[in-house]
């Protein structure tokens, strides 16, 4: 295919040169968003005079014809063009002959890649926002549906403090409801057209960039050219949204991995979100949430690698910035294909209560409400605190747990000790009494599955 910008030079390049350079094998991918780019250009320039409305609309129709042949497979991308913009622009010159040529007048590559990104970003970021909400929902109604089951909560991946287990789902809920606050604030600052912007300088013609930005569905337009054409903030937001995001993940996946384990036997993942062994016939593997873990590694390598090529870019456009669509479309692909994983792994996994429940009685965690116990009772917070750590060792050394440790061998410790302590230690009473805003007790996990609802309905 012959260059469209030959004439300072023969625009004839070396074939390896010609394969290192092309980017239409990723850029294709938004060859909708280029078309519709380009009749809202033509559009503009017939408004404004500075083609006729016969050009303009032959264009448009053009345009329309070369989409309506892509979709109906008459028409195929050619591999060997340099880019999607140039495969457009000269199929509808072959196609229209002079009238076709003057599409380019008034924008370059430069404001019109700029564009066709920022539109198909803006799409997928759209579909990940939906899958987020979607897997929030997930969570919730998990949570809703297993509101009374108790588990040992963690620090340090040690027994800790007992919990609800729809408490300990709806912190994933409040790290999705952050994600889709950082993916609507990029795309906020993404929603922003360059076109117009030219190579950088802007245009002698006079141009309607507001026009142009209305039709395509933008709320701005970039108020500075040379930024427009060189700015790739948005690219490095969403890639940083989207790894956060993948942090979220991965932490998930972590614990559902720690969970289905034989050790643990909190959950079940069902047989179709699992693997078998090769040579061990018992083994039944969570690898698809050790891929979305293994994956999170993969979509931080985008944003380092999108970083580290724009550190060192002076102003405007240069060609490295080519670079940043494979890591970006990567990037979306790789979260949006875990998302639509890991979702069903999680509505189809079966909780087993009984088993938190059991480990949760078996952890001493009820250990804080029993020095809290004391508190109420008169004894300073360290003086009970030291006290309830002694009994835990006497429990510890007779192979006993607090909730059947015999009254007699409490107040051996303690003469503030009565009968009452066994309620107080009780793992429900030890859920109901934290009743602080945000906490674990059923009124406040109530309250907060409300709120999660009410903010992933919010568009």
């Excluded at 076709?100 to 370059?108: E, F, V």
């Excluded at 959950?267 to 994956?295: C, H, W, Y």
């Amino acid at each position: 295919m012959a260059k469209l910008w030959a004439g300072r030079t023969s625009g004839v390049t070396d074939s390896t040169a010609d394969d290192f350079n092309s980017s239409i094998r990723f850029d294709k991918r938004f060859i909708r968003e280029d078309i519709a780019g380009s009749m809202a250009h033509a559009a503009m320039l017939g408004a404004r005079g500075i083609l006729s409305d016969g050009e303009a609309e032959a264009i448009i129709d053009g345009l329309q014809g070369i989409l309506d042949d892509l979709d109906g497979g008459v028409l195929a991308v050619d591999p060997q063009a340099e880019d999607v913009h140039m495969f457009i622009e000269q199929v509808l010159t072959e196609r229209l002959g002079d009238v076709g040529r003057k599409l380019h007048t008034a924008r370059s590559r430069n404001d019109q890649v700029a564009l066709d990104l920022r539109m198909y970003l803006r799409h997928e970021m759209e579909a990940v926002m939906e899958q987020v909400r979607e897997l929030g929902r997930a969570v919730a109604n998990i949570a809703e549906e297993n509101k009374a089951a108790i588990m040992p909560g963690y620090t340090h991946l040690q027994r800790a403090q007992p919990i609800l287990f729809s408490h300990h789902l709806l912190a994933y809920a409040m790290m999705l409801l952050r994600d889709l606050g950082r993916l609507d604030d990029c795309r906020g600052r993404l929603n922003v057209s360059p076109i117009g912007a030219c190579a950088l300088a802007g245009t002698t013609y006079d141009v309607d960039r507001r026009m142009e930005a209305k039709m395509l569905g933008f709320e701005d337009v970039a108020p500075n050219s040379v930024d427009a054409v060189s700015d790739r903030d948005f690219c490095v937001e969403l890639l940083s949204a989207l790894s956060i995001l993948m942090m979220h993940l991965s932490r998930f996946s972590e614990e559902l991995v720690l969970w289905t384990s034989w050790e643990f036997q909190f959950v079940s993942l069902s047989d179709a979100f699992t693997t078998g062994s090769s040579i061990m016939p018992q083994k039944k593997n969570s690898d698809m949430a050790e891929l979305v873990r293994g994956k999170t590694g993969r979509v931080y390598g985008d944003l380092m690698g999108t970083l580290t090529m724009l550190k060192g870019l002076p102003l405007a456009y240069n060609k490295d910035m080519q670079e940043d669509k494979e890591a970006v479309f990567d990037a979306v692909d790789t979260v949006k294909m875990c998302l639509s994983v890991f979702t069903p792994m999680l509505r189809s996994m079966t909780v087993h209560a009984s088993n938190m429940r059991k480990a949760a009685q078996t952890g001493f965690i009820n250990a804080t409400d029993l020095a809290d116990y004391l508190v109420r009772k008169g004894l300073p917070f360290r003086s009970a605190y030291k006290v309830a750590g002694k009994i835990v060792s006497e429990c510890i050394q007779s192979s006993q747990v607090l909730e059947t440790l015999p009254l007699e061998t409490y107040r051996q410790y303690s003469t503030l000790i009565e009968e009452d302590v066994y309620d107080a230690i009780d793992l429900r009473t030890c859920v109901a009494k934290r009743c602080s805003e945000g906490g674990t007790s059923p009124e406040s996990v109530e309250r907060q599955l409300a709120w999660v609802r009410e903010q992933l309905e919010e568009e």
